[in-house]
């Protein structure tokens, strides 16, 4: 009501700079966004550009970033040089495994802990976080003897090392972080849906399998993704329980392959482009649900 | 995280009638989780510390030595190294990646037409394992050609070895690891940005509030959930250090790489001192543990739930 013919123009012109200064502000921070994109990105496609060059191309001074002749037969170089093929193979079944292993048994453990009423539950939920809390690798040597306790009707050893078996069957039993993940998710669906289900004479079974699973799919989803990608990327449990060249998987035998041709760029690049090739697959295709699944889960509360 | 601590519900738990309990239902569901904990998690935890008392090859029997492994690591010299380095990259890349991240993922958090594509690069190194990450980090911190020498040198700067020089082998390895780790600390900035409602920070700012105003009145204090969240993981993370020192310092690392987890791989499945391995890994926890009861008790301080 007080305002007068004065103030308005000067607010106005106050607007103005105050949106010109916002606009400034913004091109610089795109303009920062992007170089630091870059360097986000200047690792690959230094990655990408060794790998097709020759053995002398990658010393020249100054360095290159496209090389004169695309060397492609690097890749079959590299592919052969090893038994990269059965790498692959090795991991894609791991990381299956851990991933189906991790969603039943952290699905269940979660629905427990959000939807069922029993005694212990605040200690044991308490128990489980601690062991999100503490380094797996502070039980790597109780865990390498149970599995070389373990008789394996396969394996030359007889027991479980030298075997795929400790690389998945723990996914199995449980989890910290994906237990924590879905009960995130678990308690935020209403109570009400279950308790209608019980008075209509559903068993909690049931419950889980039609009304928790189906609900919470965005979270399995991301949960599915984390779990492939640390199977997949995992280096200090193959390195520890594998033996035969056959057995390993992409990252212990990419770490061999680097042991092998030291110095050789174009051959080590094409291998490390190759090897991280599924996982930004599947990044690409399911970022969407990767992001989503954290904005909804990690931290809410 | 709240719910952490808040206990669920007390009327209906009190209630008693009806549904008491899902007991034996509860079995079913934890069982996996149950044996998990007993033999693969906590109960080894147990384990470790039973096995850190004895002196032990895996051939031969067990010798109960009793506290003899705690006392040969208080005066062994590659572990007091180790605990060092494994402190230092700690101190340096836990505070140094979180605030990085902040930074970016408040830029982030704009609309500008190609954002997405933007995101999706900071996120890359986050899905590619550490050993393929590792393998081009050599190549351009290499000595011989490497990128990062030949960019140095063409202002005149001279060849450096950075992944072998005492002075830049650890802090190279740490840059290289807050590349990495950034993706992840922005994803869960950016959610917790995306939860802040846009009509409070609009209110702070019809009230007058300048940016840096509402960074440090609204944003920053919402956001501590976030920050408590992936401090946590970064701390859990850095304390994990292995893959990276596995790749990088090969044969083996030096006094100047060396990381706590990689003395317990050493010790336990090079040298098979599962004894000594064990007893390491015992301090190892107890250091985590004591670090994370310290950070979780501090959160009543600091962090302000929605």
């Known amino acids: ?301 | 995280m709240t719910a952490l601590t808040r206990p669920r519900r007390p009327a209906a738990r009190r209630g008693g009638g009806g549904r008491s309990s899902d007991g034996r239902w509860a079995l079913l569901f934890l069982g996996p989780t149950l044996l998990g904990l007993a033999v693969l998690s906590a109960g080894p935890i147990l384990a470790t510390l039973a096995i850190s008392l004895t002196d032990w090859d895996l051939l031969t029997a067990p010798k109960f030595s009793g506290l003899d492994n705690y006392l040969q690591l208080l005066s062994d010299h590659r572990f007091q190294v180790a605990l060092r380095n494994t402190f230092f990259y700690t101190i340096v890349s836990v505070p140094l990646g979180l605030v990085i991240a902040l930074g970016l993922a408040m830029a982030l958090n704009t609309k500008v037409r190609g954002i997405a594509f933007i995101r999706t690069a900071y996120f890359l190194p986050v899905v590619t394992s550490t050993i393929a990450i590792a393998l081009v980090w050599q190549w351009i911190y290499s000595a011989n050609g490497g990128l990062l020498n030949e960019i140095l040198g063409a202002f005149g700067i001279p060849t450096q070895k950075f992944l072998s020089d005492p002075t830049l082998a650890l802090p190279s390895i740490i840059a290289m690891s807050i590349w990495q780790g950034l993706g992840i600390n922005i994803i869960i900035f950016l959610a917790g940005l995306q939860g802040i409602p846009a009509d409070l920070l609009d209110a702070a700012g019809v009230d007058g509030a300048g940016s840096w105003a509402r960074f440090r009145h609204v944003t920053l204090p919402l956001l501590t959930p976030s920050i408590f969240f992936t401090t946590v993981l970064s701390l859990i993370s850095s304390f994990q250090v292995f893959d990276q020192i596995y790749v990088l310092a090969k044969p083996k690392p030096t006094e100047w790489t060396i990381t706590v987890v990689y003395f317990i791989y050493e010790n336990g499945f090079r040298f098979f001192k599962m004894g000594y391995a064990s007893a390491a890994s015992w301090v190892l926890f107890l250091i985590v543990a004591l670090f994370t009861a310290i950070y979780f008790w501090s959160q009543n301080r600091w962090v302000h739930y929605q």
Not at chain 1, 111 to 140: G, H, M, N
Not at chain 1, 189 to 205: F, M, Q
Not at chain 1, 206 to 214: A, V
């Open chain 1, 1 to 301: 009501m007080r305002a007068t013919a004065e103030t308005v123009p000067q607010a106005a012109s106050r607007a103005q700079l105050a949106r010109r200064l916002r606009t400034v502000r913004r091109a610089v921070l795109v303009g920062l966004l992007i170089a630091g994109g870059l360097v986000m990105i200047a690792p690959f496609a230094w990655m990408i550009s060794t790998s097709l060059k020759t053995r002398a191309e990658v010393f020249v001074t100054p360095p290159t970033l496209i090389p004169i002749v695309p060397q492609w037969h690097n890749y079959a170089d590299m592919w052969n040089a090893l038994p990269f093929a059965s790498f692959f193979l090795n991991s894609f079944k791991l990381a299956i495994l851990n991933t189906v292993g991790q969603l039943v048994s952290c699905s269940m453990a979660a629905f427990a802990f959000s939807a069922l009423r029993f005694r212990f539950r605040e200690p044991l939920f308490a128990l489980l976080l601690v062991t999100l809390i503490i380094p797996f690798q502070v039980v790597l040597v109780p865990n390498f003897v149970l599995y070389r306790l373990l008789p394996h009707p396969f394996s030359e050893s007889g027991n479980w090392i030298g075997t795929h078996e400790p690389l998945w069957v723990g996914a199995f039993l449980g989890g910290a972080f994906g237990t924590f993940l879905l009960r995130q998710f678990f308690l935020a669906i209403p109570h009400e849906l279950g308790d209608a289900a019980r008075v209509d004479g559903a068993n909690p079974w049931q419950i889980y399998r039609h009304i928790y699973l189906p609900l919470a799919k965005p979270a399995l989803a991301t949960l599915a993704i984390f779990t492939f990608m640390w199977s997949w990327n995992d280096l200090i449990d193959p390195v520890i329980y594998l033996r035969d060249i056959q057995t390993l998987t992409v990252t212990a035998g990419l770490s061999l392959f680097q042991g092998q041709y030291v110095g050789r760029w174009p051959l080590l690049m094409a291998g490390a482009l190759v090897s991280v090739l599924p996982m930004i697959l599947l990044f690409i295709v399911a970022q969407r649900q990767f992001v989503r699944g954290i904005a909804l889960t990690g931290i809410k509360g």
